[in-house]
């Protein structure tokens, strides 16, 4: 079977470990972390199942890894990988740009091949604006996390994710 790359970036260590328990779901022998902050495009290029994941920051800003790392993400073919996002925002606080860098990140990835996977329901969530949702506004481009307003809903979102994840990925 064929290993999963898990790309992530955190600046206040949430998103890591949202990863780090996203790869414990689904097993750690099948999973291969990698921090954008230290990650190539080369690396992308090892792997046909990706999960991208990244905080949206105050006004539907990238992370600080991933916007360093944005130009180099643009020029990566997802062509014959399957790619899940997860993403962590605060609906309450930045409810006009929920989880906006993940719905920028799965357009690269769509737009550069990928076959997306993962796309999470948006009940549940209070929120204005987002660009991680899909037109008809019933789900969100992938896993929805938020630990400032709902941080006990963590770990079944997480569970469930990955069951289905796993599933659409054939692992």
Same mark, same amino acid.
């Given at each position: +079977?064929?290993?999963?790359?898990?790309?992530?970036?955190?600046?206040? *260590?949430?998103? &890591?470990? =949202?990863?780090? +328990?996203?790869?414990?779901?689904?097993?750690?022998?099948?999973?291969? =972390?990698?921090?954008?902050?230290?990650?190539?495009?080369?690396?992308?290029?090892? @792997?046909?199942?990706?999960?991208?994941?990244?905080?949206? %920051?105050? @006004?539907?800003?990238?992370?600080?890894? #991933?916007?360093?790392? #944005?130009?180099?993400?643009?020029?990566?073919?997802?062509?014959?990988?399957?790619?899940?996002?997860?993403?962590?925002?605060?609906?309450?606080? @930045?409810?006009?740009?929920?989880?906006?860098?993940? *719905? +920028? +990140?799965? $357009?690269?990835?769509?737009?550069?091949?990928?076959?997306?996977?993962? @796309? %999470?329901?948006?009940?549940?969530? &209070?929120?204005?604006?987002?660009?991680?949702?899909?037109?008809?506004?019933?789900?969100? =481009? *992938?896993?929805?996390?938020?630990?400032?307003?709902?941080?006990?809903?963590?770990? &079944?979102?997480? $569970?469930? %994710?990955?069951?289905?994840?796993?599933?659409?990925? *054939?692992?």
């Amino acid at each position: +079977m064929s290993k999963v790359g898990l790309f992530y970036g955190t600046d206040t *260590g949430n998103t &890591e470990r =949202v990863a780090d +328990m996203i790869k414990d779901k689904i097993g750690a022998d099948l999973v291969e =972390v990698h921090d954008i902050a230290s990650a190539s495009v080369a690396d992308f290029g090892k @792997y046909d199942k990706i999960i991208l994941g990244q905080p949206t %920051w105050y @006004y539907g800003e990238l992370q600080s890894s #991933w916007d360093d790392f #944005w130009e180099d993400f643009k020029t990566i073919d997802f062509t014959d990988k399957t790619v899940a996002c997860f993403g962590l925002g605060d609906q309450a606080d @930045y409810s006009e740009y929920f989880l906006d860098a993940m *719905g +920028m +990140m799965h $357009d690269i990835a769509v737009e550069n091949g990928a076959a997306p996977a993962g @796309y %999470w329901p948006t009940a549940g969530y &209070e929120f204005d604006e987002s660009k991680a949702v899909t037109d008809d506004n019933e789900f969100f =481009v *992938g896993l929805a996390i938020d630990e400032d307003q709902q941080p006990e809903k963590t770990a &079944e979102r997480i $569970d469930v %994710w990955v069951d289905q994840i796993k599933e659409e990925m *054939g692992l």
